[in-house]
Nanobody, 116 residues
Framework: QVHLVESGGDSVQPGASLKLSCVASGFDFRSYPMAWYRQAPGKEREFVARIFSRDGDDMVADAVKGRFIISRVNTEKTLNLQMNNLKPEDTAMYFC?????????WGQGTQVTVSP
C-alpha cells in the first residue's frame, strides 16, 4: 500500500527558509518520479516541482523558480523541498505526490504559512 507522509511545515516570516520532507513506502521509490503540489485556501491545487527517478532531472514551477529546490534521497525513500526566500503567496498546504500504477497518491499535507 502506497503511503506518503509529509513534514516540515511551519509559520515563518517573509524571507525565511523551510525544508519539507516526504517519506514514502509501499512502492519502489527510486523508480518513480515524485512531485510537490500546494493548495492555498480557496484555490485549486497547483504544481510546485517534480524530480525524475533515474537522472535526477527536475521541473520547477515559474512561481518558485530560483527559490525552491527539489531533491530526493532514494536510499531513505525521502523527497525533499528546500524553500528559500519565502513569500506570503507561498502560504499553502503542501502535498507530496506519486503516480503509481496509473493512480495518483497524495500525502496528508503539511501547512506552510508565511506572514509578517
Amino acid at each position: 500500500q502506497v503511503h506518503l507522509v509529509e513534514s516540515g511545515g511551519d509559520s515563518v516570516q517573509p524571507g525565511a527558509s523551510l525544508k519539507l520532507s516526504c517519506v514514502a513506502s509501499g512502492f519502489d521509490f527510486r523508480s518513480y518520479p515524485m512531485a510537490w503540489y500546494r493548495q492555498a485556501p480557496g484555490k485549486e491545487r497547483e504544481f510546485v516541482a517534480r524530480i525524475f527517478s533515474r537522472d535526477g532531472d527536475d521541473m520547477v514551477a515559474d512561481a518558485v523558480k530560483g527559490r525552491f529546490i527539489i531533491s530526493r534521497v532514494n536510499t531513505e525513500k525521502t523527497l525533499n523541498l528546500q524553500m528559500n526566500n519565502l513569500k506570503p503567496e507561498d502560504t499553502a498546504m503542501y502535498f507530496c505526490n506519486v503516480r503509481y500504477q496509473e493512480i495518483e497518491y497524495w500525502g496528508q499535507g503539511t501547512q506552510v504559512t508565511v506572514s509578517p
